[in-house]
């Protein structure tokens, strides 16, 4: 009987450890799980105002009523100018209805790649299948301004197409950074060279054309009150030629600041994460912005 006891009581006492020994086990599964998950979630960091720089900057880019001006510039001329140059007048709007491709072309590339560096700051996976699309239509039948340009398009499109297909995250950022610079910094080049050029030229050359032929109405008019109306109208049209000009302006600064800042990622970009450049990033986030609504309210 005392045999059978202290076999009860080891049997006991061995079952009991067994116990203990699952259990800690179990908790040390648990334990280990929950230091590995905390671990793993730490692994993403808050590039918010990277992320916020990049999606504000591609719906800046996006701006697309200076390229419609710049379209619709011929046949405001047809108002100021002898029937005589309407014929030339129209053979311009054809060649530039030809162009608008080519110019929204640079905007989309720039929309593109900077919606990818926001997905990729967010630690988000880039699905851009449909703009890629796009954009290789375009590139195809679109020629570049000249090499330098083009070799910059098909570089951001090859870079945009290896974030979406290899399925590039948050630890590529640096990487993406670097290797599109060189080639966005062309771009955004290029096309503040056509605002600052071609769309601004078109406003001097409108504006002299309203001044002129509102002179010279008002210089024959004998009669007080057409007079009066044409002073009122040469208003109106010379304030929707300012209103034309700030929008002009202030994209040109849009263009300004998404390339600043774009630089100031590269050059920082093995500090990423640091709160001082990150806070710079933070303040053109702020002046893009307040750009972006300025240009809206026009």
């Not at 230091?35 to 591609?58: P, R």
């Not at 950022?173 to 771009?187: H, R, S, V």
């Amino acid at each position: 009987m005392e045999l059978f006891l202290q076999i009860g009581l080891t049997t006991g006492r061995m079952m009991t450890r067994h116990i203990s020994l699952s259990l800690f086990r179990s908790t040390t599964i648990i334990l280990t799980a929950m230091v590995l998950l905390a671990f793993t979630q730490g692994c993403t960091t808050n590039l918010k105002a990277i992320q916020d720089f990049g999606n504000l900057s591609a719906e800046s880019a996006q701006y697309t009523t200076l390229v419609d001006e710049y379209l619709e510039f011929p046949n405001r001329q047809k108002r100021y100018q002898p029937q005589s140059r309407h014929a030339n007048l129209d053979v311009m709007a054809q060649d530039r209805a030809t162009q608008k491709t080519a110019l929204l072309l640079r905007q989309s590339i720039i929309e593109t790649y900077m919606k990818s560096l926001g997905h990729l700051a967010a630690d988000e996976v880039v699905d851009n299948t449909e703009e890629l699309t796009q954009l290789s239509a375009a590139l195809q039948s679109q020629p570049a301004t000249n090499p330098q340009e083009a070799e910059a398009y098909k570089k951001i499109a090859g870079i945009v197409t290896t974030v979406a297909v290899k399925r590039w995250r948050q630890d590529q950022l640096q990487n993406l950074i670097e290797q599109a610079n060189p080639p966005i910094q062309q771009i955004l080049e290029s096309l503040h060279r056509i605002v600052s050029d071609g769309f601004g030229g078109d406003l001097q050359t409108e504006e002299a054309a309203i001044q002129n032929y509102y002179m010279t109405l008002t210089m024959e008019s004998q009669d007080p009150a057409g007079k009066a109306a044409l002073a009122e109208w040469k208003e109106f049209r010379m304030s929707q030629v300012d209103e034309r000009s700030e929008a002009v302006k202030i994209y040109g600064k849009v263009l300004d600041k998404i390339s600043d800042g774009h630089q100031r990622l590269f050059e920082e970009r093995q500090n990423l994460t640091k709160k001082e450049v990150l806070q710079q990033v933070g303040n053109s986030v702020k002046d893009l912005r307040t750009l972006l609504k300025t240009i809206k309210n026009l």
